[in-house]
């Protein structure tokens, strides 16, 4: 836990998730999560716009994972550079990060309104993944399929993951999720 | 265009989406889609809650078209229990429901809580259909990954449709844009 620990960004996340946990998103005020990691209110604010950031930060470090993946992989068709994509967007997902990621999604989960916006970020995924493959050259329909499929992998390996106790990498959950999603199609082509 | 018109639910949506692409969404209010469609503002809301629901009233019949489709299929795989939900959820979208169906998108397109509030009945209907997917004895995954791929299908396919000009049939569309994800998976796999 030290390096989870060892930044004001982290201790702050931190606490404002021990304390979601126990009081629900509702229930907790910025100044009681300042206090709650020993800090100022002025501190929190410094590091975040609001409660809400403290879950949603890092949306374009989280995109930027998945294109990053793509833009080193080598022309290919469309499931291979979204596949690539994947594999890139796995990256920051350590088994470190996976009781910060389950404690948030913990938090997500609860909230009508924090699904919502988490819905959001995936769809701006897509987006995202759905541009990098037309510049990439494919074309409009299987770059939208393969990045929105490519997003649905991530999400269903996302969630068995943060299921887990993080001993298995996320990026071996996303590799059978996706080889499951194969199977799926293959047995209804069958 | 007649029976498009015949009752007065559709006379205050085809007045509403008439107003919408000239003045936007929120350039027009209830009175002036009342007086636009001939009717009062009494009768706008003997119909509708609000002007939103002009454009998203009947999502449970959206989401039952998919599920009676799976039900009325045999058991199987995922992927083939959720491509006849996929061939149930079609049927609504008849030619004639084209230039609605196109007219209604555009108005959600052009503006972004609207948008979203699309992406969150796309998200309900994919929950729905794991739900049902579950019930008839699918594991959590695969009913996840079918239920979400088939989504993906539904809406690429419904954007291609509304791109043209309705002569082709949706289930027609669909048929294609499913066949072009297995060809996707199918390439990525070689």
Same mark, same amino acid.
Request: net charge negative.
């Given at each position: 836990m030290a390096r989870w620990e060892s930044g004001t960004q982290e201790r702050l996340q931190r606490a404002a998730l021990d304390l979601f946990a126990e009081h629900g998103y509702d229930g907790v005020t910025v100044a009681q999560i300042a206090a709650h990691a020993g800090l100022t209110e002025r501190t929190f604010f410094r590091w975040f716009a609001d409660k809400r950031e403290v879950l949603f930060r890092g949306q374009e470090e989280f995109e930027q994972a998945f294109l990053t993946g793509m833009t080193a992989a /080598? #022309? !290919?068709d469309a499931m291979s550079l979204a596949m690539a994509g994947l594999a890139g967007g796995a990256a920051p997902f350590t088994a470190e990060r996976h009781p910060w990621a389950r404690a948030r999604q913990r938090a997500i989960d609860a909230h009508p309104a924090l699904r919502e916006r988490e819905l959001l970020k995936l769809s701006a995924l897509a987006t995202a993944l759905t541009g990098a493959l037309t510049d990439r050259g494919v074309g409009p329909v299987p770059a939208a399929l393969a990045a929105e499929s490519a997003v649905v992998v991530f999400r269903t390996a996302f969630t068995a993951w943060i299921a !887990? #106790? !993080?001993?298995? /990498?996320f990026a071996e959950v996303q590799a059978e999720v996706l080889a499951e999603l194969h199977a799926l199609l293959a047995a209804a082509r069958a």
């Open positions: /080598p #022309d !290919g !887990g #106790d !993080g001993a298995r /990498p």
